[in-house]
């Protein structure tokens, strides 16, 4: 199942344009108007946006999530990782959201071996 036709990869139009607005659209052609060449000029960009918070963190509106949400932050917590193609269509259907099917979800994913990324990132 893919996810709306709003987002990539789980991430909103809306939030992939932030993390890439202004002022880091025009942070290459800055850092390339004074001299730093082509090479060190994209990785500049890179780095200043890979570490921006907007691409750092889940940002999100307080309240009840909404089943790609909680699919997406269920998976980041127990996998370090996004939701797979099981968790994205129990969203898209919104059972996600059902008490029993968020359980038996949860155990499945803390029985598989990506768990073992949530206990290393916990414990760092």
């Not at 800055?30 to 200043?48: C, L, V």
């Not at 968790?87 to 059902?98: H, M, N, P, V």
């Amino acid at each position: 199942m893919n996810l709306p036709p709003t987002e990539v990869d789980g991430i909103p139009h809306e939030k992939l344009h932030a993390i890439c607005s202004v002022p880091r659209s025009h942070y290459f052609k800055d850092q390339h108007a004074k001299g730093f060449g082509f090479a060190k000029s994209m990785i500049s960009t890179y780095k200043a946006i890979l570490s921006s918070p907007g691409f750092l963190f889940v940002e999100e509106t307080p309240g009840k999530l909404d089943p790609y949400a909680l699919a997406t932050r269920l998976t980041l917590f127990l996998w370090n990782s996004e939701p797979g193609e099981r968790l994205r269509d129990l969203a898209q259907r919104g059972e996600i959201s059902d008490p029993e099917t968020l359980r038996a979800e949860t155990e499945r994913l803390l029985d598989d071996p990506k768990a073992r990324r949530f206990v290393e990132a916990f414990t760092d």
